[in-house]
């Protein structure tokens, strides 16, 4: 069964303070997209990471891929409360099909 | 990315009916999907809606129970049919542009 694994589930921080968000996944595939979720919302499009190695950053988020280890991480840099929300991995494991599975999710809150 | 839009917003259906959920995107896509969403879980892809190709099922959803249609490559509904309350979800389309998918905005459902 493949499954796409998130840690933390649940994450409360301070503002100004780093962390790292967990996607760990249990299938080859070299394509992984994060998505953010506020409450009520739809999902807005952050990061695709297309190729091992693959590092883009957005603000104070940054993203990885090891397809190796198969595992992308997102890591917050001096958070603020804007960053409030559900943060998603997806996985393609077939590629070209574009069909994802989604994590589990990291509900992330800052407080001010 | 695209505006894509979702009717209706929400619903409250009472068991054993069929909902019709539109979604609308302002500009041709090839690749469509659907996915649910239970309050407070992850995302779970129902179906691909391909323009001129039957959609494709993913396991556990079978075309009887969540009917679609693409009829051209802006437009796409999902039929819930005879719907329980463990319909109660949130359902979502998304479109494949540049590679990457983007969501509408969801359509909240309850059956009563």
């Known amino acids: 069964e493949l499954k796409v694994e998130q840690n933390p589930l649940f994450l409360s921080m301070q503002e100004g303070k780093n962390y790292t968000i967990y996607c760990n996944y249990s299938?080859?595939?070299?394509?992984l997209y994060w998505y953010r979720q506020d409450p009520g919302k739809s999902l807005e499009s952050l990061f695709v990471?297309?190729?091992?190695?693959a590092v883009k950053q957005e603000g104070r988020l940054m993203a990885s891929l090891d397809t190796k280890a198969r595992l992308s991480t997102l890591h917050i840099t001096a958070a603020v409360h804007d960053l409030s929300a559900t943060y998603f991995c997806?996985?393609?494991?077939?590629?070209?099909?574009?069909?994802?599975?989604f994590g589990t999710g990291t509900r992330l809150k800052v407080l001010a | 990315s695209a505006v894509i839009s979702q009717k209706p917003s929400r619903d409250i259906c009472q068991r054993g009916t069929s909902l019709t959920i539109q979604c609308q995107v302002d500009s041709q896509v090839t690749m469509m999907f659907w996915y649910r969403q239970q309050p407070g879980q992850s995302l779970t892809l129902i179906a691909t809606a391909n323009q001129g190709s039957e959609a494709t099922y993913e396991s556990g959803f079978v075309i009887d129970k969540f009917p679609i249609s693409r009829p051209n490559l802006t437009f796409s509904t999902l039929t819930v049919s005879n719907m329980s309350p463990e319909d109660s979800s949130i359902y979502l389309c998304?479109?494949?542009?540049?590679?990457?998918?983007?969501f509408g905005p969801g359509t909240r459902l309850l059956v009563l």
């Open positions: 990471l297309l190729s091992n190695g």
């Open positions: 998304s479109v494949l542009l540049q590679e990457t998918q983007y």
């Open positions: 997806a996985v393609e494991p077939f590629s070209g099909t574009y069909k994802y599975i």
């Open positions: 299938t080859t595939s070299d394509r």
